[in-house]
């Protein structure tokens, strides 16, 4: 089976540009998390989907916005970029949007990531 | 607010040596969820485990250990018998009862096995 898929894989921007960033889930899977790793730190949580609907979103500024599709791919949209925005974002997936008694059901999967540069 | 921290920021060891990665972390919740994943240079996160707050059972994979301690708050991961494949950042992370699905990482432990 098809892991998590991200497209682009790298990607160079200059100050001020906005980028658009996509995710695919595992098949069948309908809850998407989007992350930013920047180089050195942990992941930092940015937003989650389920079903279509916002889940949760993390401490990020209102230029981060995100979207998730019928079909349960995603989108990651970042405005005015910043250097600060030079990252590692990671899209995960997993069949459930909440933890409860655990199974593979609520395991969340990662992609490899795109690596953002802001110039 | 949930904190995970990775006091050790590097190790390095050489092949066949045991090691243990600290996690501590910090939660207001009774009911939480605990995980490590790995990460190669690739970049991509590799699940490893989860542990149910509820659940305090140990666990054994192989060569992997994970030693979950409520009392102190600390969850370690030992590799026994390291291997230069075990090589990669190692990430510890949290999440809540009502926070969906949404992970607090630590810092990171970057473990460099040496042939």
């Known amino acids: 089976d098809a892991g998590v898929t991200q497209s682009p894989t790298h990607l160079i921007k200059t100050r001020g540009q906005h980028v658009t960033l996509r995710c695919s889930p595992i098949?069948?899977?309908?809850?998407v998390s989007w992350y930013q790793q920047v180089l050195g730190q942990g992941p930092q949580f940015i937003f989650q989907?389920?079903?279509?609907?916002?889940?949760g979103r993390g401490n990020f500024p209102d230029r981060f916005s995100a979207r998730q599709f019928p079909n349960y791919s995603s989108e990651l949209n970042v405005n005015a970029l910043l250097l600060g925005d030079s990252a590692l974002y990671l899209c995960?997936?997993?069949?459930?949007?909440?933890?409860?008694?655990?199974?593979?059901?609520?395991?969340?999967?990662f992609g490899p990531g795109t690596r953002l540069l802001v110039l | 607010a949930q904190k995970v921290t990775q006091a050790q920021t590097e190790i390095s060891v050489v092949e066949k040596e045991d090691v243990t990665l600290d996690c501590v972390y910090e939660?207001?919740?009774?009911?939480?969820?605990l995980f490590w994943y790995k990460q190669p240079p690739s970049g991509e996160l590799v699940f490893l485990i989860r542990?149910?707050?509820?659940?305090?059972q140990n666990e054994i994979s192989g060569r992997y250990s994970w030693n979950f301690q409520k009392s102190t708050s600390s969850f370690n991961f030992t590799i026994t018998a390291s291997q230069v494949v075990d090589s990669a950042v190692y990430f510890c992370?949290?999440?809540?009862?009502?926070?969906?699905?949404?992970?607090?990482f630590g810092g990171g432990t970057r473990l460099m096995v040496k042939p």
């Open positions: 989907y389920y079903e279509k609907e916002e889940r």
């Open positions: 939660t207001r919740d009774t009911t939480y969820y």
């Open positions: 992370a949290l999440s809540e009862r009502d926070a969906g699905n949404m992970l607090t």
């Open positions: 995960a997936s997993s069949l459930q949007g909440r933890l409860g008694r655990g199974g593979r059901e609520e395991t969340q999967y």
């Open positions: 098949s069948g899977h309908k809850s």
């Open positions: 542990r149910n707050s509820f659940d305090e």
